[in-house]
C-alpha cells in the first residue's frame, strides 16, 4: 500500500493511524517500526490504530496479530473527536515551550472513509451505487478527521491524508481545507523526489461541484436550500482569492486589491488568501489549461498550467447541459494543490487513489486560537437561529457508529445550512473551550470538548468504558516470579511494569499481554487523564491461564505463541532443540509419545522437562540452540508424562509445514487430517514411527 510509504517513518515514531482497519497500513506501519529491530527487542514508536466501528476494530486485531508487536494499541474513537489525553487541569511544559503530557504523534495516517470510487475494478457494483453525493456527503466528515488529525500531529511531524475516490470534493477540497484554516503552520509537501518508481499525477487545482444534476462551479452558485448540503469548502476557493505568495507568471495579470473583499467572502483574508479586484459580472475568471496527454504525466507532476482567460476544460460533462457550464467558471485554487497525488489505475495496474503529505510547521498562533473559536461559535449561533433542520437533503448522512441522541443540539448544527458568510460548521467544537491554548487551533475543539455528550455517556463513573474491558497492570509478583523462574527468563527481559491484563481480579486473569515502553508510556498518561482513550486492544499476548491434568510443579500459565519471538531470546529453561524430522513430525502428528521420537537424546531431554509449557525449536547447522537469530524457528508444546504435544492451531501447524518444505525441500508434509480418514480421529496411527495420542493439557 503506497500511503503509509509517504509517512517516511521512523522506528521510534509514535504513529496515529485514524481510521485503521481493516488493517492492511497499520499492519505495513507495524512492519517498518519493526523491521531493523533485533529479535527479542522493540523499537522505540508505538502505532495506534483507530477506526469507529468496533466489529472492524476486531478484524484489524485479527489481522495485525501475525505481526505480534507489543507496539500496537487499538482504540475505538470517532477519528475527529480523538482524544489528545490533555489534563487541562495539570498540563506542563518543556524546556522548549512544548506541552508535556499531551498525546501527540509524529506520523498521522488519515485514510479517512470516502465514496470509494477508485476501487470500482474490485468492487464493480460501485457502478450501480455511485452517485455524487456520496462524495458531497463525506466531505464535512473528511475535513473534521484531518484537522484533527492536524492537531494531534507534533510540529515537525508528517501526515498522510488518502482516499480510495478520484473526487476532488473528497480530495483536493479537503487538502485546501486544512490548509486554509491552518493558516500557514502546515504546508502541503511536493513529494515529487520520493518513490520515483511510482507513476502518478499532480493534484486538481480547480474543479467544480456537482449536486442535483448541476454543476456549481462557486459556492454563490448554491442554491439556497442545498447549503447545509454543498459547502464553501468544497469549492477549490470559496472566494475568489489567490495567494500573493505566488509570484509566479500565473497570477501576474491579475489585479491584486488586498484590502476589498467582495463576493460574500467568508474567511479572513490572510498570509495565504487576498482578493482579486474582480466584479461579478465580469470578471473572467483565471482558468486552467491542464495538459492532460498521459505521455506527459507520470512522474512529472508540474503539469499545471494557467492561461488567463482560457475556457476551464471540464473532463466531466456527463448530464450537464451547455448552459451549466457556460454559465459557470471554476475558480482556480490559491494552493498548491498540484503537489497531491493523484494514481489512476491504468498508470500502474492499481486502484485509484488519492494522497496528500502534510507538514506541520509549526503551532497555529494564539490569535488564531481564538479567531477559529469565536468564529464557529458566532457561525453556531447563526445556524441555530436559521437551521432547516434534519432530513432535508438527500445526501446520504454521515453518522457515527454512537447513536446520537435526537435532541443533541450539535446533531442540529452540524447538518444545518450555514449562511453565505459562514465557514465550515464543525460539530460539538463549543462546549468549555480552553482558549488559551494552542493546540485547539486546529481543533473541533480541545480536548474537553471532544469529550463529547456521546463519549461522556459511555465512559462510566469508575474511568471503564461501557463494553470495554479495563486495562490494568499486572502485578501480582508471586505470578510473575513463578512465570520467571519456570521458563528461566532472563533479568535482563524486564517483566515488571509491562504487563496488562482486561481483568481487575488478579485471581481470575486468563491472558496477560506485554507492552512496549512506548505503550506503557501512553498507558500511564491514560490512567493520568480519567482513561480518554478507549481502548480495544494492546500488546501482545504473551501468558495464557492454563489447566492441566495435572498441576503438580507447573507454571500456571503457558507460554503463547504469539508472544514467543519476543521472549525467545531470555528463555532459559523449558527450552530444547528437535531435529527437522522430529520437528516435523510433532507438527504433522501434534502429540507424540517419547519413544517415538527420531533422535535419541531428543527423546532423553523431553521426558525429562518439568511436565507443563515448554518450547521446542527446531535445530539447524548444528547448533543446539539459537535463540536470537530472527529465522530460529520455535512452537510452543506441552510436556506430558509419556508424550509431548504442540500448542499451535491445525492451520497454524499446517502452514509452518509448508513453510519447512519451501525453505529445506523434502517431502510435502500431510497432517493427519489428509491421512486415510477410514483411521479415524482417535485411532493410534502409525506414520514414520510417531503415533498420534491425547495431549495432557486441557484443551
Ligand atoms: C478507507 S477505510 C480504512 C482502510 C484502512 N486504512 C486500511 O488500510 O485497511 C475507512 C475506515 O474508516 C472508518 N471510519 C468511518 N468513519 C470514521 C470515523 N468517524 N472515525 C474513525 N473511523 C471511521 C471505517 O470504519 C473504515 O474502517
Known amino acids: 500500500m503506497v500511503p503509509p510509504l509517504f509517512l517516511d517513518v521512523l522506528p521510534d515514531h509514535y504513529i496515529l493511524d485514524m481510521c485503521a482497519a481493516p488493517g492492511s497500513k497499520t499492519f505495513q506501519l507495524l512492519e517498518i517500526i519493526h523491521q531493523s529491530i533485533k529479535p ?75 465514496s470509494g470510487d477508485g476501487t470500482l475494478r474490485k468492487a464493480p457494483d460501485i457502478w450501480r451505487k455511485w452517485n455524487a453525493g456520496m462524495g458531497n456527503g463525506v466531505h464535512r466528515l473528511q475535513v473534521e478527521i484531518a484537522m484533527r488529525g492536524i492537531t494531534l500531529l507534533k510540529v515537525g511531524g508528517r501526515m498522510v491524508y488518502s482516499t480510495c475516490s478520484m473526487n476532488p470534493v473528497e480530495n483536493e477540497a479537503v487538502v485546501a481545507e486544512i490548509l486554509r484554516r491552518s493558516k500557514g503552520s502546515v504546508e502541503l509537501l511536493d513529494v515529487s523526489y520520493e518513490l520515483p518508481e511510482l507513476v502518478r499525477r499532480p493534484g486538481l487545482r480547480t474543479w467544480k461541484v456537482r449536486d442535483r444534476g ?51 467572502c467568508s474567511f479572513e483574508s490572510g498570509d495565504h488568501c487576498v482578493t482579486m479586484d474582480i466584479d461579478n459580472t465580469t470578471f473572467k475568471p483565471l482558468t486552467m489549461d491542464i495538459d492532460n496527454d ?76 481564538k479567531a477559529v473559536g469565536q468564529s464557529n461559535r458566532r457561525m453556531q449561533r447563526t445556524q441555530r437561529s436559521t437551521s432547516p433542520g434534519l432530513g432535508s437533503d438527500d445526501q ?20 444545518s445550512a450555514p449562511g453565505p458568510t459562514d465557514k465550515f460548521p464543525s460539530v460539538k467544537d463549543d462546549q468549555g473551550a480552553v482558549e488559551t491554548e494552542n493546540i485547539e487551533a486546529f481543533d473541533n475543539g480541545e480536548d474537553g470538548n471532544l469529550e463529547t455528550k456521546q463519549t461522556k455517556e459511555n465512559l462510566l463513573k469508575h474511568g471503564k468504558w461501557r463494553g470495554v474491558d479495563p486495562v490494568v497492570f499486572f502485578r501480582d509478583e508471586n505470578t510473575i516470579n513463578s512465570i520467571r523462574s519456570f521458563y528461566g527468563i532472563s533479568d535482563v527481559f524486564p517483566l515488571d511494569s509491562h504487563l496488562v491484563t482486561r481483568n481487575c481480579d488478579a485471581n481470575h486473569v486468563k491472558r496477560i499481554y506485554y507492552i512496549s515502553e512506548s505503550v506503557r508510556d501512553i498507558l500511564e498518561l491514560n490512567f493520568k487523564v480519567g482513561q480518554k482513550l478507549k481502548i480495544t486492544s494492546l500488546g501482545l499476548k504473551v501468558f495464557e491461564r492454563q ?104 492451520l497454524d ?47
Open 547 to 650: 489447566a492441566s491434568k495435572d498441576n503438580s510443579g507447573t507454571c500456571t500459565f503457558r507460554l503463547s505463541s504469539e508472544g514467543l519471538p519476543l521472549l525467545l531470546p531470555y528463555i532459559g529453561k523449558q527450552i530444547l532443540s528437535a531435529s527437522l524430522e522430529d520437528f516435523r513430525h510433532l507438527l504433522q502428528y501434534r502429540t507424540i509419545k517419547f519413544p517415538d521420537f527420531v533422535d535419541a537424546d531428543f527423546r532423553e531431554n523431553a521426558s525429562t522437562l518439568i511436565s507443563g509449557c515448554c518450547v521446542i525449536v527446531l535445530k539447524e547447522k548444528n547448533k543446539e540452540i539459537f535463540q536470537d537469530d530472527s529465522s530460529a524457528i520455535a512452537i510452543v508444546c506441552w510436556k506430558g508424562k509419556t508424550n509431548l504435544s504442540i500448542m499451535v492451531s491445525q
Open 40 to 114: 527479542g527487542f522493540l523499537p522505540d514508536g508505538l502505532v495506534i490504530a483507530n477506526d469507529v466501528d468496533v466489529q472492524r476494530c476486531n478484524l484489524l486485531i485479527h489481522q495485525t496479530k501475525r505481526m505480534c508487536s507489543a507496539n500496537l494499541i487499538v482504540t475505538n474513537h470517532e477519528a475527529q473527536y480523538f482524544p489528545s489525553c490533555l489534563s487541562a487541569k495539570d498540563f506542563t511544559r518543556d524546556e522548549h515551550g512544548e506541552l508535556k503530557d499531551i498525546l501527540q504523534f509524529d506520523r498521522v495516517l488519515c485514510d479517512v472513509p470516502c
Open 214 to 264: 448541476l454543476w456549481l462551479a462557486t459556492y454563490e452558485d448554491v442554491p439556497i436550500s442545498r447549503r447545509g448540503v454543498i459547502l464553501p469548502s468544497m469549492f477549490p476557493c470559496d472566494e475568489i482569492c489567490t495567494s500573493k505568495l505566488q509570484s509566479d507568471s500565473l497570477y501576474e495579470n491579475a489585479t491584486l486589491n488586498n484590502s476589498e473583499v467582495k463576493n460574500n
Open 396 to 415: 446520504p448522512v454521515v453518522r457515527s457508529s454512537i447513536d446520537i441522541p435526537q435532541d443533541d443540539p450539535g446533531v442540529v448544527e452540524a447538518a
Open 294 to 369: 498521459p505521455k506527459k504525466l507520470g512522474n512529472d507532476v508540474t503539469l499545471v498550467h494557467i492561461s488567463k482567460d482560457a475556457e476551464i476544460e471540464d473532463d466531466c460533462k456527463v448530464g450537464a447541459s451547455q448552459n451549466d457550464l457556460d454559465e459557470t467558471k471554476a475558480k482556480v485554487s490559491s494552493f498548491s494543490l498540484e503537489h497531491c497525488m493523484r494514481i489512476l489505475p491504468y498508470d500502474q495496474n492499481s486502484g485509484a487513489f488519492f494522497i496528500a503529505v502534510l507538514h506541520k510547521i509549526s503551532s497555529p498562533h494564539d490569535d488564531s486560537v
Open 653 to 699: 501447524a499446517q502452514e509452518l509445514l509448508e513453510r519447512l518444505q519451501a525453505r529445506f525441500g523434502g517431502q510435502r508434509a500431510s497432517g493427519p487430517d489428509e491421512s486415510d480418514a477410514s483411521l479415524g480421529a482417535s485411532a493410534e496411527m502409525e506414520v514414520s514411527g510417531a503415533q498420534v495420542a491425547e495431549p495432557d493439557f486441557v484443551e
